[in-house]
């Protein structure tokens, strides 16, 4: 009797944990058309337009402009947001976000399968829509993540998802955007006890690992030519990207690597192609603009690439791709701290990149890549109502302080865990 009572107890403490670290409930559809007016607004593409309206409806915005070109209905909710700053939601580009919850806890980690030939795999498959991380994340305003698979050589198809669903299928917004390849290094950064640093080694299965990419790769080019409709997972996932339907996403750090890249691209006739990661993009600047070819920066807070690389050569990485004219997207590989890509995006314009620029980068670029361009990435009409409203400079640790977020029109919740353990805290001990 004593040990029922006791699983009783100790179940009802759980369910009240459990109940207290959900995330936010997903908001209810848009009932009624928003306005917000007097904001400052950053489009996305270079424009900021001063004490503008924005007309959202229907999920939709309808209208973007000054109070003499965009005419408010009677039955809209008004929302004074004067002098404060209006962007699109930013896109967080080859996340394992929803993906993995505790890095430590095997169970919880799911960026992954066995075998390193996988184009099979999709992210779309595996997201967890309930994440903690989620709200985390979107305090920011980050209100879409491409989520990407990880590990072998081809790691499977990524997935385009807004932050804020009840479920995977509702979060989706474009299944199998791209296929994400980690390209073989001919040699590769490891750490050497004896010198007690970073030395390049050779790859000794770098000719096992080309000869069965491209196998695969030519495989499937004969499938598809012959139109064979026979089953085969590996195969028939590489169409898309082989047809021009989909990008293929090369992940690597080292130019040498991502030209070999280019050229395997060429010989199996891929189309849209795109660099994640990049350190070394500069030096390959102009066959990078020559073909239009965009870089992902996946990471601008890290440490130089080789010894005697400048301080801060991560820094400025950006500002010089843009300079050259190449196209580039800035992105924070991980999960745990994938809330801070505006930050990085504000060092990337404290060393030299143009802040509406930089703004585009992590909006209209992404949803480019994404084959999104004409839903997200802008504050145009026609495109889906996904913008936040901050109080100051939304890339700069001081100003970045959300005042309302809208996912397609719906008014988000931002609350999550951090916040509620700040109030929880706050009133025990703010006071002191």
Known sequence: MKSGLRLASLGLLLSAGLAQALPPKPAPAQSQPVALIGGIVHVGNGQVLQNAQVLLRDGHIEAVGSAAEVSIPAEAQRIDVSGQHVYPGLILLGSDLGLVEVEAVRATVDT?????????????DAYNVDSELIPVTRYNGILTAQIAPEGGVISGRSAT???????????????DDGLWLNWPPVRALQFDFATFSLQLKDNPEYGNQIAELESLFAQARGRLDSQDASPNLKLAALAAVLRGESRLFVRTEQAADFERAVRFAERHG??????????????????????????????????????????????????????????????????????????????????????????GMVSQVPAQLLGLGDQLGTIEAGKRATLFVSAGDAFEMSGNDLKLAFINGRQIDLEGRQQQLYQRYHERYGAR
């Open 112 to 124: 992954a399968e066995l075998g390193s030939f996988n184009p099979n795999v999709r992210a779309a």
């Open 161 to 175: 998802m807004q932050l804020d669903a009840w479920t995977a299928e509702d979060a989706l917004l474009r299944a």
């Open 270 to 359: 891929i189309e849209q192609l795109a660099w994640y990661g990049g350190a070394e993009a500069m030096q390959l600047a102009p066959l990078l603009r020559a073909r239009q070819i965009p870089v992902v920066i996946g990471g601008i807070h890290r440490t130089p690439q080789y010894a005697d690389t400048p301080f801060d050569d991560p820094y400025r990485l950006a500002a010089q791709l843009h300079e050259a004219g190449v196209t580039v997207a800035i992105s924070y590989p991980g999960t745990m701290n994938a809330r801070n890509l505006p930050f990085i995006v504000g060092t990337a314009i404290a060393y030299g990149v143009p802040a509406e620029a930089a703004l």
